[in-house]
């Protein structure tokens, strides 16, 4: 079975400060990727950063970075500087090699930064 | 290069009435995927198309059904709605290869009274 888990409902972050959203995955693939999106109150859905099971560097997108600790299956995303304009939902989700394009989502996470 | 457009909106229906909703990809791509998302169950998938033919589907009612155009368009179609179909129902579009990023539309608001 594929399961994304993401435990923490609700955080908050000062402005400026480093926060990391935690997520953890289930699977028996061997080949997957990691995926984070933000989610604004808008809906829309915005693609983070991207992490492939067979990366040995971790990924890095701007302020965006992805803590991939493999052997505990855990993908953490770190966002450094914390904005305004970064409280949202964020999203966890993983596409195995062998569903297609089906990708499995978190709860996520809602991410308040405070000024 | 303009992104992914869902069309329309926001829409209200009733109970037994069906809805149709567009999703245009993003130039190139091949694949649309659709997506559920409720307070309730989260985000949850429901089909992906490539290249016109249906590749993957997820476990939702054959109310739920779906096509794809010639020219990537995709159209999802709900019949018989029911209350619990009120949601917000996001498309992703993307080349299509596995390596590829899905890139969402801003969704369809849907309510069902």
């Known amino acids: 079975a594929q399961k994304i888990t993401q435990t923490q409902p609700g955080m908050f972050v000062q402005e400026k400060e480093a926060v990391t959203l935690d997520c953890t995955y289930d699977?028996?693939?061997?080949?997957?990727?990691l995926f984070w999106y933000k989610q604004p109150s808008s809906g829309e859905m915005i693609f983070l950063i991207y992490?492939?099971?067979?990366?040995?560097q971790n990924a890095t997108e701007g302020r965006y970075s992805l803590n991939f600790q493999k052997a505990r299956k855990s993908a953490n995303l770190v966002i450094s500087a914390s904005q305004l304009g970064d409280s949202a939902m964020y999203f966890c989700?993983?596409?195995?090699?062998?569903?297609?394009?089906?990708?499995?989502f978190g709860t996520g996470t809602s991410l308040t930064v405070i000024p | 290069k303009a992104g992914v457009t869902q069309t329309p909106r926001y829409l209200i229906k009733t109970r037994g009435q069906q809805v149709t909703l567009s999703c245009s990809p993003i130039?190139?791509?091949?694949?649309v995927s659709w997506y559920q998302q409720t307070p309730g169950q989260g985000l949850q998938f429901l089909f992906e198309?490539?290249?016109?033919?249906?590749?993957n589907k997820g476990n939702f009612p054959g109310r739920f059904s779906g096509r794809q155009f010639s020219n990537s368009r995709s159209e999802m179609n709900v019949s018989t709605l029911e209350l619990g179909d009120s949601a917000l129902y996001l498309c992703?579009?993307?080349?299509?290869?596995?390596?590829?990023?899905?890139?969402f539309g801003p969704g369809t608001r849907l309510l069902v009274l």
């Open positions: 992703a579009s993307s080349l299509g290869d596995q390596k590829e990023t899905q890139y």
């Open positions: 699977t028996s693939d061997q080949s997957y990727g």
């Open positions: 992490q492939g099971s067979y990366d040995e």
């Open positions: 989700a993983m596409r195995p090699q062998n569903t297609g394009n089906q990708f499995y």
């Open positions: 130039s190139g791509h091949r694949s």
């Open positions: 198309y490539f290249s016109e033919t249906q590749r």
